[in-house]
């Protein structure tokens, strides 16, 4: 065992900022050339060492500070006692007054300072820099920094919150966008593995056979039943025209399908039944496209009576539930809104469209955005809930876009219906219990 002793990266700054500033220390053009993990700089056309080769972290160039400040003639000081990096620029204070830009860019690069200067953010940005220097296979040190991404997000044990890399952030875009190349399935994790929820009327899974209800255990003969949902949905999915053997287990059998991956655009609102006297219609999740369809379905509607089916919906984009409410019960409270710092009202503001009597299908499937359209026309005694209690999910997410393509999709808020009733673990209670699979016919008899 060989054994090195780490050097410590003491101070970093965008490199892009560095660069804005240079400019302005002197009264001639100059150049810098810097190289990740190469602790050689070129400045002028001449070479210099530095003491910490730059490191590329999710896209972002960091540089040593001091090594860079002395080549350009800004001075930088560390005060132990303080805690503080103390940076001196020539010239600048005059510039940085007169330009927003570069005003803004220095305070995210000491905002990035601040952040650096702690001792576990050094000892992953050195134990990534080691491993891609140092490490003796370097062809397996490609995916090291999303690795180190993926564990930071796992380390909080969060079932919601999740880090995807760029091809993986790809598939999800498109299913939030109401296409993707698959089977057309929809899937949710239940206690016993991933379970299909729903399948998407015309597709490829259901002409094979796949059933609402199916436990995915393999799929190309990769045993899957405790692999996270994020992984198979990724091998479900794969390029257009291409085969995947899926099997899954149906009560007491076990059943395996050839399917053919196409390109699913799904229709997110279905009209299922339109009479003078009722209306059907199914929500099956909630994308950016789906205020606009339910609009458009709602507009050959003139049954007094709706039936809103929501069995099987997982859920979806916050601010398209919040639409879709609106136009049923108008500008009321929708749910309450909790992040780490307070407790906000959300209220619709799409004006109502529908006045009519007004019934919600829900079952242990409807999740997440679905249970908080329920749980909101429950609260505002604008509909009648029918079927079983409703899955539990009652946090939200919010889907930061990176730079490099990544997404970071965290749990950073708690929602509650208007009254304050608990939806994590728990669940909507419905205002009338009923088995889910005939609870269409039941409320088919209600007046």
Known sequence: MVRKNGNKLAFFLLLAVLLSVAPALSYSNHTLELFPNSSTAIFDGKSYKLTASPVLVQGRLLVPVRDISELIGVDVRWDNQARKAIVTFPYVPDLVSENQTLRDNLQDSLSYLQVLDNPEMQALVTTIKTIKEEYLYPEKTSTVVYAAA?????????PYSSFYDPSEAKQILEALQGAFVGIGVYLQESANGV???KVVPGSPAQKAGMQAGDLIIKVDDVDVSSAP????SSLLKGEEGTYVKVTVKRADKTLTFTIQRLRIVV??????????TVAVLQIDQFTETTPSEFRQVMGSVKA????????GNPGGLVESLVDVAGMLMGT????????????????????QIYTGRLYVLVDKYSASAAEMLAGALQDNKRATIVGERTFGKGVGQTLFDLEDGSLLYLTTFEFRTPNGKVINNYGID???????ATALEYVLRLP
């Open 150 to 158: 993926k564990g930071a997000v796992n380390s909080l044990q969060d």
């Open 195 to 197: 379970v299909v929820v």
């Open 229 to 232: 949902i994020e992984v198979i």
């Open 267 to 276: 229709p997110t609102v279905s009209l299922i039944m339109n009479t003078t």
């Open 304 to 311: 007094p009576k709706l039936v809103i089916d929501l069995r």
């Open 332 to 351: 009321k409270p929708v749910f309450l809104y909790r992040d780490n710092e307070q407790t906000t009202v959300i209220d619709a503001e799409t004006p």
């Open 430 to 436: 419905p205002d009338i219990k009923v088995d889910p």
